[in-house]
């Protein structure tokens, strides 16, 4: 077992609640009835060995009003892994706001900084283990997506490097408030992690693709105070180092052409833990990753295999969380995706588990051993 979780290999429960256009507001926790089903939820995990799950506050239903709180949609999950012995990574903005807040506005930061001293509150009220939160999940592809393309959320226009300075002082502030009220507070920051590759039909395109791929830790190097410490970070905010990674987060620079496991244009994911390790000497965590099916199964083979090539040469890995770990509807056209340990039925009400990809989990927890199980 890690000393830091109870389990190597954790679930997370998609939780994004963003908005988006023509769309509206996403909620995959209420879509999936994960919000009345976590109970159930979280047992079927503990049943195959998992006891670490991230899951999330919605923040938007939580303060419909400024400065007013309403737990109701949170306290039921929050008792549900309590009774269940779970420990939660809980998120507290998954690409979310309340309606009406402008992450551009003045009042963004104060705003959020209040909302995670009173979660905080509400948490330390109902059990006495350590609380491990991600402030704001992806900064890099919130900025990206939400205020340099305008696809999510504040549906801004090249405008992602103050979006996310905004973010950075807005994590650092919920840090610091968190702290204020449990001391021992411990935080996953969860970005993304790439590859780019250049083209070889334009040759100046290496420069630039390796000049993108190291943009990936601006965000964590913002936090720890590396880059742009005007922003308030230092060594203290960058606590544990958790890395998304999915098949597509390698691929050809200014394309739509991804380099995938045997291509010579691939990174091993197991080099690129190492590049994090070697970087910010800081525990790792695989915080994403995971495919649909049938993909699913050789994909955690995959994935594990390189975590235990990471490991043997010195990174300091102390978790996968299968993610999302059930079914959920798709953003774009609310098809059933399949995916995760716990397969729903077509309405998204029923659960149940999916025992081919519970077996292959079963041989991997095998492998890595009672330390890491």
Same mark, same amino acid.
């Given at each position: 077992?890690?000393?830091?979780?109870?389990?190597?290999?954790?679930?997370?429960?998609?939780?994004?609640?963003?908005?988006?256009?023509?769309?509206?507001?996403?909620?995959?926790?209420?879509?999936?009835?994960?919000?009345?089903?976590?109970?159930?939820?979280?047992?079927?995990?503990?049943?195959?060995?998992?006891?670490?799950?991230?899951?999330?506050?919605?923040?938007?239903?939580?303060?419909?009003?400024?400065?007013?709180?309403?737990?109701?949609?949170?306290?039921?999950?929050?008792?549900?892994?309590?009774?269940?012995?779970?420990?939660?990574?809980?998120?507290?903005?998954?690409?979310?706001?309340?309606?009406?807040?402008?992450?551009?506005?003045?009042?963004?930061?104060?705003?959020?900084?209040?909302?995670?001293?009173?979660?905080?509150?509400?948490?330390?009220?109902?059990?006495?283990?350590?609380?491990?939160?991600?402030?704001?999940?992806?900064?890099?592809?919130?900025?990206?997506?939400?205020?340099?393309?305008?696809?999510?959320?504040?549906?801004?226009?090249?405008?992602?490097?103050?979006?996310?300075?905004?973010?950075?002082?807005?994590?650092?502030?919920?840090?610091?408030?968190?702290?204020?009220?449990?001391?021992?507070?411990?935080?996953?920051? %969860? /970005?993304?992690? =790439?590859?780019?590759? @250049? *083209? +070889?039909?334009?040759?100046?395109?290496?420069?630039?693709?390796?000049?993108?791929?190291?943009?990936?830790?601006?965000?964590?190097?913002?936090?720890?105070?590396?880059?742009?410490?005007?922003?308030?970070?230092?060594?203290?905010?960058?606590?544990?180092?958790?890395?998304?990674?999915?098949?597509?987060?390698?691929?050809?620079?200014?394309?739509?052409?991804?380099?995938?496991?045997?291509?010579?244009?691939?990174?091993?994911?197991?080099?690129?833990?190492?590049?994090?390790?070697?970087?910010?000497?800081?525990?790792?965590?695989?915080?994403?990753?995971?495919?649909?099916?049938?993909?699913?199964?050789?994909?955690?083979?995959?994935?594990?295999?390189?975590?235990?090539?990471?490991?043997?040469?010195?990174?300091?890995?102390?978790?996968?969380?299968?993610?999302?770990?059930?079914?959920?509807?798709?953003?774009?056209?609310?098809?059933? %995706? /399949?995916?995760? =340990?716990?397969?729903? @039925? *077509? +309405?998204?009400?029923?659960?149940?588990?999916?025992?081919?990809?519970?077996?292959?989990?079963?041989?991997?927890?095998?492998?890595?051993?009672?330390?890491?199980?």
């Amino acid at each position: 077992m890690s000393d830091l979780f109870k389990s190597f290999f954790m679930g997370g429960f998609e939780c994004a609640t963003h908005q988006r256009p023509h769309v509206g507001r996403i909620d995959v926790i209420r879509a999936t009835h994960h919000d009345v089903e976590a109970h159930t939820d979280y047992a079927l995990l503990a049943g195959v060995g998992i006891h670490t799950v991230r899951d999330a506050l919605r923040w938007h239903l939580i303060e419909r009003t400024p400065g007013s709180y309403d737990w109701s949609s949170f306290l039921p999950m929050l008792n549900a892994a309590t009774e269940t012995g779970t420990q939660v990574i809980w998120d507290l903005c998954h690409w979310g706001v309340p309606d009406g807040l402008d992450p551009f506005s003045a009042e963004f930061v104060p705003r959020f900084e209040r909302f995670c001293t009173a979660a905080a509150r509400i948490i330390a009220d109902h059990t006495d283990a350590t609380p491990f939160f991600c402030p704001i999940n992806e900064i890099s592809f919130w900025s990206f997506i939400g205020a340099d393309r305008g696809h999510f959320f504040p549906y801004a226009k090249r405008r992602g490097t103050q979006m996310k300075r905004i973010l950075i002082e807005a994590s650092v502030a919920a840090i610091s408030a968190i702290r204020g009220v449990v001391p021992t507070a411990r935080f996953v920051q %969860c /970005e993304p992690i =790439i590859h780019i590759a @250049g *083209s +070889r039909k334009r040759p100046t395109s290496f420069e630039e693709a390796a000049h993108h791929t190291e943009s990936q830790f601006e965000a964590w190097d913002m936090l720890c105070g590396r880059l742009a410490p005007e922003l308030g970070g230092d060594d203290s905010y960058l606590d544990i180092v958790a890395c998304n990674y999915y098949w597509n987060n390698q691929w050809v620079h200014k394309t739509h052409v991804t380099t995938p496991v045997g291509n010579p244009q691939h990174q091993p994911l197991h080099q690129m833990l190492l590049v994090a390790h070697q970087r910010y000497k800081r525990p790792i965590l695989i915080s994403e990753t995971g495919a649909e099916a049938p993909s699913d199964i050789g994909w955690l083979g995959l994935i594990s295999s390189e975590v235990r090539m990471a490991i043997r040469a010195g990174a300091d890995i102390r978790g996968v969380c299968l993610y999302p770990v059930m079914d959920y509807p798709g953003w774009e056209d609310n098809r059933h %995706c /399949e995916c995760g =340990i716990i397969s729903l @039925g *077509s +309405r998204f009400d029923t659960r149940g588990l999916r025992h081919d990809l519970a077996a292959e989990l079963a041989i991997q927890q095998q492998i890595f051993g009672p330390s890491r199980h």
